[in-house]
């Protein structure tokens, strides 16, 4: 059975930095993406990064870029989203989610997602 459990989220000043978890199980990573996604209150989902699990190549939104590394520990089989330089536009309930290595990673594409982890980014 497929899962996905993130964690690491929590209250941070502005400028400061967390580091989210992912740990993935009933799938390894090597034929995954994993991507993580966040959501605003009163907005829509959007996607934040993702990370081939095949080829470990990243990809990241524009607001996020410099900002946070997404990375893999395969042996623990748990991807993570460094977080540096917060902003209060970063408050967020964040997600991961996984699709297939070969496919699209975006909002629509992903097949299994965790429940969240939530962000607040305020001093």
């Known amino acids: 059975q497929v899962q996905l459990v993130e964690s690491g989220g929590g209250l941070v000043q502005p400028g400061g930095s967390l580091r989210l978890s992912c740990a993935a199980s009933?799938?390894?990573?090597?034929?995954?993406?994993i991507g993580w996604f966040r959501q605003a209150p009163g907005k829509e989902r959007e996607g934040v990064s993702c990370?081939?699990?095949?080829?470990?190549?990243?990809d990241y939104a524009d607001s996020v870029k410099g900002r946070f590394t997404s990375s893999r520990d395969s042996a623990k089989n748990t991807v993570y989203l460094q977080m540096n330089s917060l902003k209060p536009e970063d408050t967020a309930v964040y997600y991961c989610?996984?699709?297939?290595?070969?496919?699209?990673?975006?909002?629509?594409?992903?097949?299994?997602w965790g429940k969240g982890t939530l962000v607040t980014v305020s001093s």
């Open positions: 009933g799938f390894t990573l090597q034929y995954r993406t």
């Open positions: 989610a996984t699709v297939h290595y070969a496919r699209g990673c975006s909002t629509k594409s992903m097949d299994f």
């Open positions: 990370i081939n699990g095949n080829d470990g190549s990243t």
